[in-house]
């Protein structure tokens, strides 16, 4: 699993400079597409400093009593083993999340549906800084 570290400057400035707008549309099995705006100053920032945006989806969900073995240490059944990535320009776009990750089988662990939280972080290479728009979905 990879880390992502954020010094606290870093995070505010990304917090209040990538002011970012995200929406996740359902897409039959698990698939779903994000669609990330930004801010002018956010844009400017990304630019100025050529940088790109990357868009991480991990699925959990609820255990079924019989299941709950498998459960995480908060209680939820990770259905993916890593992040799904999806990396797009510094100019905001589109972002299709596939659903590539899910461990299917772990499908049938769950008591609902399965659920993604879905964050948004500057693409750098060294150093991500989470964008504060994240957002959890269920996916239908």
């Given at each position: 699993m990879k880390?992502?570290?954020s010094l606290p400057a870093v995070t505010i400035a990304a917090s209040a400079l990538l002011a970012c707008a995200v929406s996740a549309t359902a897409q039959g099995d698990l698939g779903f597409d994000v669609n990330v705006t930004?801010?002018?100053?956010?844009?400017?920032?990304?630019?100025?400093?050529?940088?790109?945006?990357?868009?991480?989806?991990?699925?959990?969900?609820?255990?079924?009593?019989s299941a709950e073995k498998h459960a995480n240490e908060v209680g939820q059944?990770?259905?993916?083993?890593?992040d799904e990535e999806v990396e797009i320009a510094g100019t905001a776009g589109h972002a299709h999340i596939g659903g590539?990750?899910?461990d299917t089988k772990r499908l049938d662990w769950l008591a609902g549906p399965p659920e993604v939280n879905v964050n948004v972080a500057s693409a750098r290479k060294r150093v991500r800084t989470i964008c504060s728009a994240a957002i959890s979905s269920t996916v239908h």
């Open positions: 880390r992502y570290r930004l801010s002018k100053k956010a844009a400017a920032k990304l630019a100025t400093e050529k940088e790109g945006i990357v868009v991480l989806a991990s699925y959990y969900g609820d255990p079924k009593r059944i990770d259905l993916t083993p890593q590539t990750k899910v």
